[in-house]
C-alpha cells in the first residue's frame, strides 16, 4: 500500500475535541453482546468486499455526541423490544472518547450534505470531489434522491478525504466510523415509556438517568 494511501485511510486521530463521552443506540441483542467483554465490535459479516450500499463500513463501529441521536437510535433499534409487562426499552451505549484511536465521520454526514439544495453547509469542496472520484454515485444520488446511494456514496469518498475534511465533516454531522473494536464504559436501559413522560413534563430530554438506570459499567 502507498504512503499516500495509507495516510489517508488510516491516519485521522483524535483530538482534544473528540475526547468527550459518546454513544451508541443498540437493542438488547446487541447489549447481551458487548456485556460479554466489554467492547463495542465492528460487524463480522461486513467484508471489505461487501457491496450492500447500506452496509457500514468495514470494520468501523459507529457513535455520535449528540447525546439525543444516540437515544433515538436506541429506541429505534430497539423498536421490538418489550419487558415482561409489555414496556419498550432501548439501551443507550457510553463511550470514553479518550479510548478513540482512529476516526472517520460516518457516511451519512456525506449523504446529509452532499445534495445540491443543501445550503447550511459549505458542500461545493465536497461535491468536487464527488464529480472528481465518483461522478456516476454522485448523478444517481442527484437524479433519484435514493439515501442509500447517499450513503454508497460517502464510504466510496472516505479515502480521498484529507484529515481536515474528516475533522470538518466529523465536527458538522458529531458522528464518526471508529476504526475496530472499542471499550466501552457503561450501559443504561431507557424506558420508553418515562422518556414520554419526560417529553409531556417538557423535561431535558438529553439527561438519561431521568427514564433510564444503568445495566453495565466497567468495574
Do not use: C
Amino acid at each position: 500500500m502507498r504512503f499516500k494511501e495509507f495516510y489517508l485511510t488510516e491516519m485521522a486521530k483524535p483530538k482534544d475535541e473528540h475526547r468527550g463521552l459518546w454513544y451508541h443506540g443498540t437493542n438488547k441483542e446487541g447489549y447481551e453482546g458487548i456485556k460479554v467483554d466489554g467492547y463495542l465490535i465492528p460487524r463480522k459479516d461486513v467484508t471489505e468486499k461487501t457491496k450492500s450500499r447500506m452496509a457500514p463500513q468495514h470494520n468501523k463501529v459507529y457513535m455520535t455526541s449528540d447525546v439525543s441521536e444516540g437515544i433515538q437510535y436506541a429506541f429505534f433499534r430497539s423498536s421490538s423490544d418489550k419487558d415482561n409487562n409489555g414496556q419498550k426499552y432501548g439501551y443507550l451505549v457510553v463511550i470514553d472518547g479518550k479510548e478513540l484511536e482512529d476516526i472517520h465521520p460516518d457516511e451519512d454526514i456525506v449523504a446529509d450534505i452532499i445534495p445540491l439544495y443543501v445550503n447550511k453547509f459549505n458542500n461545493s469542496w465536497l461535491r468536487n470531489l464527488a464529480k472528481q472520484k465518483a461522478p456516476k454515485s454522485l448523478e444517481k444520488y442527484d437524479r433519484y434522491g435514493d439515501y442509500a446511494y447517499g450513503t454508497a456514496l460517502g464510504k466510496l469518498l472516505m479515502k480521498y478525504l484529507s484529515d481536515e475534511q474528516k475533522y470538518e465533516l466529523i465536527q458538522y454531522g458529531k458522528k464518526i466510523a471508529h476504526t475496530g473494536s472499542i471499550k466501552v464504559k457503561e450501559i443504561w436501559k431507557l424506558s420508553l415509556t418515562k422518556f414520554n413522560l419526560e417529553k409531556e413534563a417538557g423535561k431535558d430530554l438529553t439527561n438519561y438517568r431521568n427514564f433510564g438506570h444503568i445495566v453495565w459499567e466497567r468495574t
